[in-house]
């Protein structure tokens, strides 16, 4: 999978890109990530990627000519599935997303920033439009880690342990069950018995009644989307 990132902030996404099962995905070839400075899109001097915005509204409005000619060019070189832009006014992303995600090839991820970004690039470029949450970030660029960090992660071979990323949380609308591992007992504080019995048919009933237990009290939305 080859995602591009279209950012006026490219130091943001380095260190969260460059880490852990991300990096060991991108040295294994399972993925191949860009991180495209719009800046390099400008024709000024100042390499100016915002504007004042017509209606004289405060805060400034991203260009649209830069994200224009970033993603022209990454268009004329290959095919792009989704053009994603990440903006607090988005679809709320969620594993069901990521899943879909990480199935496709090629991928651009658009950052917003200071106010928003000229609306016909919305209105024209973009194919999906996702917030991770209903907060406002300073810009897109931390939204854009995230969803890069949960997609890559599930791409199949990347997280090494298969059967690892099928168990996590919500890949069934279930939170996942505790996890405990050596000492089996500390400070008086004991590992549940059942885990240390040997026996895997009653381990795993236990852990989907933990999982059930769990969603109940925590996430009891979840459940309803069952
Ligand atoms: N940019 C600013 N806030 C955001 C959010 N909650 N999700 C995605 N992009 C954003």
């Known amino acids: 999978m080859r995602i591009?990132?279209?950012?006026?902030?490219?130091?943001?996404?380095?260190?969260?890109?460059?880490?852990?099962?991300?990096k060991r995905a991108q040295d294994a070839g399972y993925a191949e990530i860009h991180?495209?400075?719009?800046?390099?899109?400008?024709?000024?001097?100042?390499?100016?990627?915002?504007?004042y915005p017509f209606g004289g509204e405060a805060g400034m409005v991203m260009?649209?000519?830069?994200?224009?000619?970033?993603?022209?060019?990454?268009?004329?070189?290959?095919?792009?599935?989704?053009?994603?832009?990440?903006?607090?006014?988005?679809?709320?992303?969620d594993q069901h997303e990521a899943n879909r995600l990480s199935t496709l090839?090629?991928?651009?991820?658009l950052c917003g920033h200071?106010?928003?970004?000229?609306?016909?690039?919305?209105?024209?470029?973009?194919?999906?439009e996702i917030s991770i949450g209903d907060y406002v970030l300073t810009g897109g660029e931390l939204a854009a880690?995230?969803?890069?960090?949960?997609?890559?992660?599930?791409?199949?071979?990347?997280?090494?342990?298969?059967?690892?990323?099928?168990?996590?949380?919500?890949?069934?609308?279930?939170?996942?069950?505790p996890v405990y591992t050596r000492?089996?007992?500390f400070n008086g504080w004991r590992v549940p018995d059942v885990l240390l019995s040997g026996n895997f048919a009653e381990i795993e009933k236990w852990q989907e009644a933990q999982a059930l237990e769990r969603t109940q009290?925590?996430?009891?939305?979840?459940?309803?989307k069952l």
């Open 145 to 177: 880690a995230v969803i890069v960090d949960s997609v890559v992660r599930i791409i199949p071979g990347a997280i090494g342990d298969e059967a690892s990323a099928l168990t996590d949380c919500f890949q069934d609308n279930l939170l996942a069950p």
């Open 217 to 224: 009290q925590l996430r009891p939305d979840l459940l309803e």
């Open 114 to 128: 200071y106010k928003g970004i000229d609306h016909r690039i919305r209105e024209h470029l973009i194919t999906r």
């Open 35 to 51: 991180i495209h400075n719009l800046r390099d899109y400008t024709d000024d001097r100042r390499r100016t990627t915002d504007d």
């Open 63 to 93: 260009k649209i000519e830069p994200v224009y000619r970033a993603i022209e060019k990454l268009r004329s070189e290959r095919h792009y599935d989704e053009i994603i832009y990440t903006s607090p006014d988005g679809i709320r992303y």
């Open 105 to 109: 090839e090629n991928i651009i991820i």
């Open 183 to 185: 000492p089996a007992e």
């Open 4 to 22: 591009d990132i279209l950012t006026v902030l490219p130091e943001l996404l380095t260190s969260p890109l460059g880490e852990s099962i991300v």
